[in-house]
């Protein structure tokens, strides 16, 4: 019933920057805090970024606070991953994921997260 659709990744040179979309199907997307996670290769899915119902609050991991921005227009349901001064370490595919209902405190758990996108490639290179 929920569907979750990345798009935006790309190979992008160290220092750069990508915008990564996630479009939400659904009519109570507005009603859902969302995150963002990234898996490279051999490792396991991390998170990486989450913002609350109404994008008032928003929460990082240190490793991209200060180059990483999430956002959302629930409009167009639709969350954003911009990402500035890209690292190598940042290479991975990345994911959108829904956060359970009647959760409202960020957490970096898979298990909090019902619904997940596909995931779309991210690659940094120096």
């Known amino acids: 019933q929920v569907q979750l659709v990345e798009s935006g990744g790309g190979l992008v040179q160290a220092g750069g920057s990508l915008r990564l979309s996630c479009a939400a199907s659904?009519?109570?997307?507005?009603?859902?805090?969302m995150g963002w996670f990234r898996q490279a290769p051999g490792k396991e899915r991390e998170f990486v970024a989450h913002?609350?119902?109404?994008?008032?609050?928003?929460y990082y991991v240190d490793s991209v606070k200060g180059r990483f921005t999430i956002s959302r227009d629930n409009t167009k349901n639709t969350v954003y991953l911009q990402m500035n001064s890209l690292k190598p370490e940042d290479t991975a595919v990345y994911y959108c994921?829904?956060?359970?209902?009647?959760?409202?405190?960020?957490?970096?758990?898979?298990?909090?997260?019902?619904?997940w996108g596909q995931g779309t490639q991210v690659t940094v290179s120096s």
């Open positions: 994921a829904r956060q359970r209902q009647f959760r409202t405190i960020p957490s970096p758990r898979l298990e909090e997260y019902d619904y």
């Open positions: 659904g009519r109570t997307f507005s009603s859902y805090a």
């Open positions: 913002i609350n119902w109404n994008g008032g609050t928003t």
